[in-house]
């Protein structure tokens, strides 16, 4: 039974039911779906829903198409064609053609979507590994070793940073925003310098932290490569 979401024309895919067409436990795509939603790969925030099972209440998560192909091509690449063809269906379900020429013009828009959709996985996939690097970070950790963590160089790394909004200069500190730190990404360290007894505090990236900016970092090499070309 296709758990796809058919609502007038928005049509959504569900994890579970990419979890039968890549032939995964249902459990890693939504751990998977989760570690790219923190690496700030997907386009939407993770929708969840409630479904019941054998008498139980378990949930799912549900994508637009390009995250669900996104998503795809991180668990079983070999399956991505099958994805996009299930995509194709769906959606021819719910534009149902009343004419030849409909029929024929839904067939080229088609067409055209799933080279769009193939050019937009070429471009996430250097992203999607780029994360998946970082996902095994533990305990917290301070700029300088997320910059090695990263290869970065400090300066443009710390300009990044800035310029995305991620921190700010106070009292002479670089401080994260409030939003950062209420969503996990930052915490802070407090202490007493031991040669001058000075207070000190410090902002350190959580593992939540190190994998969603190693996703906007590695977005930001893909564009300055872009750039360059």
Known sequence: MSNSLLSGKVVTM??????EL?????????????????????????AQFEFEHNGNRYFEYRFNKRDSLVLVARLSPEFTAAVVDRWQELESKSQLPQSLPEALRLAADLAEEKQVLESQLAL??????FVDQYVIAKGSMGFRSVCKLLKAKEPEFRLFLIDEKIIYRQDGQFTPYSTHTAAGRFEMKTG??????????QARFTPKGIQWVAGLWAEHLR???????
Do not use: M
């Open 223 to 229: 564009k300055k490569q872009e750039n360059a070309a």
């Open 124 to 129: 996430a996939a250097p992203k999607v590994d």
């Open 22 to 46: 890549v032939q995964s436990k249902h459990s890693d795509v939504k751990r998977s779906a989760e570690r790219l939603a923190v690496g700030g790969v997907l386009t939407a925030p993770l």
């Open 192 to 201: 007493t310098n031991p040669n001058n007894q000075h207070a000190f505090r």
């Open 14 to 19: 569900s994890s579970r039911e990419i979890a």
